[in-house]
């Protein structure tokens, strides 16, 4: 790694993110030997600017940052760390250092699943989904089956729009599915990660 160190006075920007939901935990300083440090204990290791020496993140908490990954910029003056935090990572006691919690985003389906828990846990007689909550998992269950014979059928047609339509109703009634016996997507992810692992 050609780390630019010069161009800014001997400190680059570390951007702390965690590795397994991505999301950005914190922003630190490094110099050359906090990185070597970093690199050589594989806890995360930053230059404080206030106290002037090394510190190694949880060395008083014990909520270390256990590294994973480092990336560098294209410009060769910031760097991307990838960690698995041990514990919350702010000083004050959060997740991250902007107060928000530290759990798995899947873009727009963790919205869509928001959606849905609500439709669940506050039901509404004009909602779709609520009525589908108010049958029964039996009725949920044979739902996610009729749509995947959907998808299919679909996929053995040429009709590119059908089954990407099929396929959104086949990953929406799956989320209700979930909803209804009691788990998230984040609870299916874990286990794929598992499995890979």
């Given amino acids: ?56 993140k949880g060395e008083e908490s014990g909520n270390f940052l256990e590294l994973k990954d480092i990336k560098l910029d294209c410009d060769n003056d910031t760097l991307l760390i990838a960690v698995n935090p041990v514990g919350p990572t702010c000083h004050k006691g959060t997740d991250t250092c902007w107060g928000e919690e530290n759990k798995a985003s899947y873009g727009f389906l963790s919205q869509l699943e928001a959606v849905i828990k609500d439709r669940h846990d506050n039901p509404d007689e004009k909602s779709y ?46 989320l209700i599915l979930l909803r209804a016996k009691g788990y998230s997507l984040e609870d299916v992810v874990k286990v794929l990660d598992e499995r890979h692992k």
């Fill in 1 to 56: 790694m050609n780390i630019d160190f010069e161009k800014t006075d001997g400190l680059v920007p570390a951007i702390i993110q965690d590795a397994k939901t991505k999301n950005v935990l914190m922003l630190g300083y490094m110099n050359q030997e906090a990185l070597t440090k970093t690199q050589e204990t594989g806890k995360v290791t930053f230059y404080s600017r206030s106290k002037q020496r090394l510190w190694t």
């Fill in 129 to 174: 989904t609520s009525s589908l909550f108010k049958k029964g998992i039996n009725k949920v269950a044979q739902k996610v089956g009729e749509e995947a014979v959907e998808v299919v059928i679909e996929a053995k047609d040429n009709d590119e729009g059908l089954f990407l339509n099929e396929s959104a109703d086949l990953m929406y009634h799956y």
